[in-house]
């Protein structure tokens, strides 16, 4: 893997993947883990650095080589678009499945599907985190509506104009859980709310992070 002066795109993984990923002891436990929405692999450069597997993907071209960059040639990366279509699913399964954030840049009906797709990939005492946009976050209105709780984004503030954001509650999110990979022990269900200053004003991101294991 190439040294941090060196990468390419984001350095460093998602803070409360770090906390997952040690509050849960995964450096003891290497297996396989996939991300949904990897972009240029810092999440799994985490995984990779400890011994897992470790598969992305993504739909960006770009994003993808600097993954393969990245890591050294390490890692299974695979194009796809998820708001259109689902990966091949491995016979094998995974024993931890990130989406930290794609969920809130495809339709709900893809995000349930993809909820699907990781009930049948995860396997039993594997570890799901997911990361979504709650409507306290600054972004959501801001937009034209595409459907409950959806809005393609009409502010440039963030550098999504013209993306779709999908904001969920706290308990349609467990809801949906539920229903597509059972009851998760050791669920943490956590809010992050921080200021961050972007194009001249301050935004305020509004995210549940929520983790858990699924039952063996």
Avoid at 92 to 97: E, K, L, Q, Y
Avoid at 99 to 110: D, G, H, L, T
Avoid at 190 to 208: C, E, K, M, Y
Wanted: glycine residues 12%; hydrophobic residues 40%.
């Amino acid at each position: 893997m190439k040294s941090l002066a060196e990468l390419r795109g984001l350095r460093f993984p998602d803070d409360y993947v770090v906390k997952m990923f040690f509050k849960e002891g995964l450096q003891r436990a290497p297996g396989r883990a996939l991300e949904l929405g990897c972009g240029n692999g810092n999440n799994l450069l985490l995984f990779a650095a400890f011994g897992w597997q470790v598969t992305g993907v993504d739909y960006d071209d770009a994003a993808l080589n600097d993954a393969r960059y990245n890591l050294d040639g390490l890692g299974n990366w695979i194009r796809c678009d998820l708001a259109a279509h689902l990966p091949p699913l491995p016979a094998d399964g995974f024993d931890a499945i990130l989406m930290p954030s794609v969920n809130y840049y495809i339709p709900r009906a893809a995000f349930i599907n993809l909820l699907k797709y990781c009930g049948d990939a995860l396997r039993g005492g594997g570890k799901f985190y997911l990361r979504a946009r709650l409507p306290e976050d600054w972004r959501f209105g801001r937009g034209q509506p595409e459907g409950p709780n959806a809005y393609r984004l009409a502010c440039s503030e963030t550098g999504e104009q013209g993306l779709l954001n999908v904001f969920y509650s706290e308990a349609e999110l467990h809801q949906l859980l539920v229903a597509n990979l059972g009851e998760l022990s050791g669920l943490q269900s956590l809010h992050v709310t921080a200021d961050n200053p972007q194009s001249g004003i301050v935004v305020r991101n509004a995210d549940l992070v929520i983790w858990g294991t699924r039952a063996p």
